[in-house]
T-cell receptor
């Protein structure tokens, strides 16, 4: 099956610093990738849709200047949390469908802790 | 808009059955089911694309209603390994992937 790799698995950073999370599709080209945030005991909330070669589409309430998304190639999307604060601590996870509308393949997720 | 799942949580004994529902306010292109263990990524279970479709694998099956606004996941003769949080993943006409509110399932020995 298709594999999506996400790094790092966990990161602890100081308040005010920036953190970059990478999401790679290993055996297929992903023109679209999705970034989600999940707080404890809650659902996966879509933050943004990352489109290769164009600007990301952000969901309502998600600050695009704080959560920078870059989809520079058909196999790599990155999420940078800028000027991180403790309230940004969460589980961030990416996913990519091989084909539109088909099942999404998930990265392993990144546990971000801002101290 | 996020699909609503019911029940929010369920506790079963091994061998018991469960049904998890997923309802959307609008017709969907497809619906997928995932199970997530604590601290891990969701694992894909199955996808339904057609209204009226029913499919299954071993003791887990799912259905998609004719109007393509509701799906149900059926877990029969539950096992301890079924414990986790179940999400329906839905794709609308804009091909945006939205997940349901989630159902926490715990199977007891």
């Amino acid at each position: 099956g298709a594999v999506v790799s996400q790094h790092p698995s966990w990161v602890i950073c100081k308040s005010g610093t920036s953190v970059k999370i990478e999401c790679r599709s290993l055996d297929f080209q992903a023109t679209t990738m999705f970034w989600y945030r999940q707080f404890p005991k809650q659902s996966l909330m879509l933050m943004a849709t990352s489109n290769e070669g164009s600007k990301a589409t952000y969901e309502q309430g998600v600050e695009k200047d704080k959560f920078l998304i870059n989809h520079a190639s058909l196999t790599l999307s990155t999420l940078t949390v800028t000027s991180a604060h403790p309230e940004d601590s969460s589980f961030y996870i990416c996913s990519a469908p091989r084909d539109r509308g088909r099942e999404a393949f998930f990265g392993q997720g990144t546990r971000l802790t801002v101290v | 808009q996020q699909p609503v799942q019911s029940p929010q949580a369920v506790i079963l004994r091994e061998g018991e059955d469960a049904v998890i529902n997923c309802s959307s306010s609008k017709a969907l292109y497809s619906v997928h089911w995932y199970r997530q263990k604590h601290g891990e990524a969701p694992v894909f279970l199955m996808i339904l694309l057609k209204g009226g479709e029913q499919k299954g694998h071993e003791k887990i099956s799912a259905s998609f209603n004719e109007k393509k606004q509701q799906s149900s996941l059926y877990l029969t003769a539950s096992q301890l390994s079924y414990s986790g949080t179940y999400f329906c993943g839905t794709v609308s006409g804009t091909y945006k992937y939205i997940f349901g509110t989630g159902t926490r399932l715990k199977v007891l020995a």
